[in-house]
């Protein structure tokens, strides 16, 4: 159905700053919500940003300021640029999409996917 693939996580150093996509692919007719989310081992995985497919925005508390998503519906990838990372942003960030196919038997059908993960690490 649709696959979600993220890129940019990496190491680097408290201050710093990363860019994370996450292209979605297959039978697209329509993307809602896309938003990226964050998990620490022990910890349950916690929405970091939100975006709508028009636009509306929702940020956690521990980024806003910092943090800035944004999506490129020709391309069906959502972007998070991360400005001045602390040590406690490190997690694995995975995406997520809800999502609308035309299936094979011509019926609408509605779901969302993850991503599988990309692994950001602020450390010194």
């Known amino acids: 159905q649709v696959q979600l693939v993220e890129s940019g996580g990496g190491l680097v150093q408290p201050g710093g700053s990363l860019t994370l996509s996450c292209a979605a692919s297959?039978?697209?007719?329509?993307?809602?919500?896309m938003g990226w989310y964050r998990q620490v081992p022990g910890k349950q995985r916690e929405m970091v940003a939100d975006?709508?497919?028009?636009?509306?925005?929702k940020y956690a508390d521990s980024v806003k300021g910092r943090f800035t998503i944004s999506r490129d519906n020709a391309k069906n990838t959502a972007y998070l640029q991360m400005n001045n990372l602390k040590p406690e942003d490190t997690g694995v960030y995975y995406c997520?999409?809800?999502?609308?196919?035309?299936?094979?038997?011509?019926?609408?059908?509605?779901?969302?996917?993850w991503g599988q993960g990309t692994q950001v690490t602020v450390s010194s």
């Open positions: 997520n999409a809800d999502w609308i196919v035309l299936g094979d038997n011509g019926v609408y059908e509605v779901g969302r996917s």
């Open positions: 297959g039978k697209i007719l329509r993307l809602n919500d």
């Open positions: 975006i709508g497919s028009g636009g509306n925005i």
